[in-house]
């Protein structure tokens, strides 16, 4: 059963937020999966999850995707949509496709197509790879595949000769170059190639992903070129071709307004073209649904003040008004919608190595030869009361600062330099203490607070596993997998285990907002700690590199059981340290051998025993097999 998840210790991470009805706070204090289709059903024990998966010797790092989670969400987007066409009378239906750019794996892929086969939900595509990936899939007749992105001849023909094959491909030209390329590609044949038309909109909206919209966004035909495209299939007797429209609406679009505004802008195009006499069926409005990564509900970079009911009613009516206006029929609303499909289905799960502390518990007695700086250090003791934090602290590291000028001029031996820092440490204990106890919460409180934070080292890499975290500021939710029933008594940032200063997490949401760290427990030595980030399932997978050769996590399809736990789907070891060796063009045999005929010279000369020659080759062997992370310790 879960616990109330307001009063488990407060919430402090904000599950209850941005949970979203999947996360919630166990009794045990764990962090619980919810059975998206059963609320009332057991919900599955995330950190027995993560435990019986390293029984089994699938270690963290471990990328986990819960395919009712993924089920749940399209069925969500197509149902909505449903919805609201029935409530507002609208005469056209609604036809999704997800973007395989947002998740290229191909369990994810398979998933949705299995998932979307009922609703006819298909796939849009952005390069000729991704599109050999829609024409392997089992697809229904009428379920679309999109063709976007800038297209060379090959790309086009694979697109025509799909229709051959049965497939509903539709080519949307980014350019009046491409139209000339099908026309080449068609004349001659027969075939009536399926014609769609990406605009620019001139609207723009706001969040993370303002420059993909308005006229400066990189793709598609300003409205000068759009009459070019238009009399020129006039001109070839290629007009009745031209049957959908494309106006992506942008990525997190954070405001119900900008989406309502891009849509009117986008019927108001297609009510002209329609006049022009362009036989447009389809109104493709792209992406921009966002996910409510902080579950703060708000227009803003991570959040979204709108639900996905809203979304629905405001573009589906939005059209429907629009059209009537115009006397029109209803076309087709498709979407793009890639993150609201897929982001909530994966999550990360780390489990920390270490941990740096700013302060400690060990006392510094005075001694009577000890130098003056350190005995007015200790002497801020008498002094450090919640009102005069700030004094003490910029007494503390004043003093700190003089040792150490006089230590780098040699005028201070090591060993009282380390009683100096050690005093140091010890009096961060006691301003802690305060600060904590205080109910001020002002900024410099804050930035008080993070400068104490603890640094814990966790076995991932930031580049490879969470890179919008490091390249656009992107918020996950992140939480601890268990002792969420304890009072959380310490704070942290996260450091991943690349050599790369960038390589921290130092933006947190919490129940009371943004964070610059995250409240942790204390580590104990028998138990490991698991920290989970959720929500990662669109564009980290693929946009993640190989900064210090760590490669991919293992990775773990499950399946939520009604009754509490959870089957195991599929798992995909991660990257081997010899794949990612060859990813970057080394021969891994070619090293081992170059390592043995080291090892051997060394024999050679006396300096290594024969077993110990074979204890090296072994270990140099062994890594080259094992797993580019941290192997798990048994603790
Ligand atoms: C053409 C197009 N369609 C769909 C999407 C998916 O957007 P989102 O993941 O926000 O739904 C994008 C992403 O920017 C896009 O460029």
């Keep these: 059963m879960s616990s109330d998840i307001d009063t488990a210790h407060g919430d402090i991470y904000g599950i209850g937020q941005w949970g979203s009805g ?5 009794e045990n204090g764990h962090i619980g999966l919810c059975h998206p289709f059963d609320p009332d059903s057991t919900p599955t024990d995330l950190r027995h999850i993560v435990e019986n998966l390293q029984q089994r010797g699938i270690t963290t790092p471990v990328l986990l995707r819960v395919t009712d989670f993924l089920k749940y969400r399209i069925d969500e987007i197509n149902q909505q949509f449903s919805l609201a066409i029935k409530e507002l009378g609208y005469q056209g239906r609604y036809q999704g496709v997800f973007p395989i750019k947002v998740n290229q794996q191909a369990e994810v892929i398979d998933r949705i197509a299995e998932y979307g086969h009922e609703y006819r939900f298909g796939f849009e595509v ?30 086009l023909e694979l697109a025509i000769m799909s229709l051959q094959l049965g497939f509903n491909t539709f080519i949307v030209l980014e350019s009046p170059r491409e139209l000339e390329l099908v026309l080449d590609a068609v004349s001659g044949t027969d075939i009536r190639p399926q014609l769609g038309m990406r605009i620019k909109l001139t609207n723009t909206v706001s969040g993370k992903w303002a420059d993909s919209s308005g006229d400066r966004s990189t793709f598609g035909l300003t409205i000068a070129q759009i009459m070019d495209v238009v009399n020129r299939l006039k001109q070839t007797g290629y007009l009745d071709c031209l049957i959908l429209q494309h106006s992506h609406l942008g990525s997190q679009v954070p405001q119900i307004i900008e989406i309502r505004k891009a849509a009117q802008e986008a019927c108001q195009f297609f009510t002209e073209l329609r006049r022009e006499g362009v036989p447009l069926r389809y109104l493709d409005l792209g992406g921009g649904l966002g996910v409510d990564y902080t579950g703060e509900h708000t227009a803003s970079a991570n959040s979204i003040n709108y639900t996905l009911q809203e979304y629905c009613l405001n573009i589906v009516e939005t059209v429907k008004d629009i059209m009537d206006e115009n006397d029109m ?18 999550m990360l799960v780390f489990n920390v190595l270490d941990a740096t502390h700013y302060d400690s518990d060990k006392k510094v007695i005075a001694a009577e030869d000890d130098h003056p ?42 060993a009282m330099t380390a009683r100096i820092e050690q ?34 080292h ?34 942290a940032i996260l450091s991943d285990i690349t050599c790369d200063s960038d390589g921290k997490i130092d933006q947190f949401i919490l129940s009371d907002g943004l964070s610059s760290i995250l409240p942790v427990h204390d580590l104990n030595e028998q138990d490991d700690y698991y920290i989970g980030v959720f929500f990662i399932g669109a564009y980290q997978e693929t946009l993640g590199d190989l900064h210090n050769l760590f490669g991919d996590t293992n990775v773990v399809t499950i399946g939520l059981l009604e009754e509490g736990g959870f089957e195991i789907i599929k798992e995909q070891d991660g990257d081997t340290i010899h794949e990612v060796l060859s990813y970057v063009e080394y021969e891994p045999k070619r090293l081992i051998n170059a390592f043995k005929a080291i090892v051997e010279s060394a024999v050679k000369k006396g300096r290594l025993s024969p077993a110990e020659r074979r204890r090296m080759i072994k270990c140099y062997t062994d890594s080259m097999n094992g797993y580019t992370y941290f192997e798990h310790q048994e603790s």
């Design 22 to 26: 999947l996360v919630t706070i166990l």
């Design 126 to 155: 952005g390069s000729k790879a991704e599109l050999l990936i829609a024409l392997s899939l089992d697809l229904h007749a009428e379920t679309a595949i999109i063709c976007n992105g800038i297209k060379d001849s090959e790309f």
């Design 329 to 346: 029929p209803h076309p087709v609303i498709v979407t793009e919608s890639g993150r609201a499909c897929v982001a909530q289905s994966s």
């Design 373 to 414: 700086l350190l005995l007015k250090m200790l002497d801020i003791q008498s002094y450090l009361t919640k009102d005069r934090i700030q004094e003490c602290w910029n007494d503390m590291k004043y003093y700190r600062d003089e040792a150490r000028a006089l230590f780098r001029r040699n005028q201070i031996s090591l």
């Design 423 to 456: 005093a140091y440490l010890y009096m961060m204990n006691h301003i802690k203490a305060l600060l904590k106890a205080s109910d001020n919460t002002t900024e410099d409180v804050q930035q008080a607070l993070f400068q104490l934070a603890d640094i814990y």
């Design 458 to 491: 966790c076995n991932f890499s930031l580049f490879q596993s969470l890179p919008d975290i490091w390249a656009i500021d992107q918020i996950h939710p992140i939480a601890p997998l268990q002792r969420l029933d304890e009072p959380a008594e310490r704070y």
